[in-house]
């Protein structure tokens, strides 16, 4: 099993920056794959971003793109999300989640964190 809690979610105004985190415990958790989702009020959950659990491969949602970045930490077993120029769409219930899959789909995530509250003002 791979225990997951997110941390770093907030209050903010609109165009500013927060860094979500993601620790892990358990299992083994170098080698996931792992992704952030959000699910907003009255929406489903979507994908934001993912990286690869090998190889330095990222992607990312066009929603998010240039202004989220995720990595992770050098002990590999934290995985960031840098969120910069936030605007009130992002607000949102952000979760992250590992796969031995590639893959944006929330179906195919075996493990998940309880999720964090972002919350951006106008």
């Known amino acids: 099993q791979v225990q997951l809690a997110e941390s770093g979610g907030g209050l903010v105004q609109a165009d500013g920056s927060l860094r979500l985190s993601c620790a892990a415990s358990g299992r083994t958790f170098s080698n996931f794959n792992v992704g952030w989702f959000r699910r907003a009020p009255g929406k489903e959950r979507e994908f934001v971003a993912r990286i690869h659990g090998t190889v330095s491969v990222t992607s990312y949602a066009d929603s998010v793109k240039g202004r989220f970045t995720i990595s992770r930490g050098s002990a590999r077993n934290t995985v960031y999300l840098q969120m910069n120029s936030l605007n009130p769409e992002d607000t949102a219930v952000y979760y992250c989640?590992?796969?031995?899959?590639?893959?944006?789909?929330?179906?195919?995530?075996?493990?998940w964190g309880q999720g964090t509250q972002v919350t951006v003002s106008s």
């Open positions: 989640a590992a796969s031995r899959s590639w893959t944006t789909s929330e179906w195919d995530y075996d493990y």
